[in-house]
Nanobody, 123 residues
Framework: QVQLVESGGGLVQAGGSLRLSCAAS????????VGWFRQAPGKEREFVAA????????YYDDSVKGRFTISRDNAKNMVYLQIESLKPEDTAVYYC????????????????WGQGTQVTVSS
């Protein structure tokens, strides 16, 4: 079992930046690919970014390429999502999730989820 806890969300103005963190406990996160997803009010959860267990490969949804950067520190059991040039449409609850097999953009592939952290971007 892996327990995931997201942090770092908040209220920011458009154009600002945030770094979201995903902390793991229970088992070492280095055995898992990790993805970030988000869910805006009234919308379905959508894929944002993913990273392999080693950190050597990353994958982004086209809508966030160039603004979002996913990274990990396996020694600290942490995964991060750096968000630049925030837009109001980035407003959502952001979730991290762990996949024991491989990096994926499909939420059903992920076995473990955090409770989410709210990001609100004001215009």
């Amino acid at each position: 079992q892996v327990q995931l806890v997201e942090s770092g969300g908040g209220l920011v103005q458009a154009g600002g930046s945030l770094r979201l963190s995903c902390a793991a406990s229970g088992r070492t996160l280095s055995s898992y690919a990790v993805g970030w997803f988000r869910q805006a009010p009234g919308k379905e959860r959508e894929f944002v970014a993913a990273i392999t267990w080693s950190g050597n490969n990353t994958y982004y949804d086209d809508s966030v390429k160039g603004r979002f950067t996913i990274s990990r520190d396996n020694a600290k059991n942490m995964v991060y999502l750096q968000i630049e040039s925030l837009k109001p449409e980035d407003t959502a609850v952001y979730y991290c999730a762990a996949d024991p097999s491989s990096m994926s953009s499909h939420s059903l592939e992920y076995d473990y989820w955090g409770q989410g952290t709210q990001v609100t971007v004001s215009s």
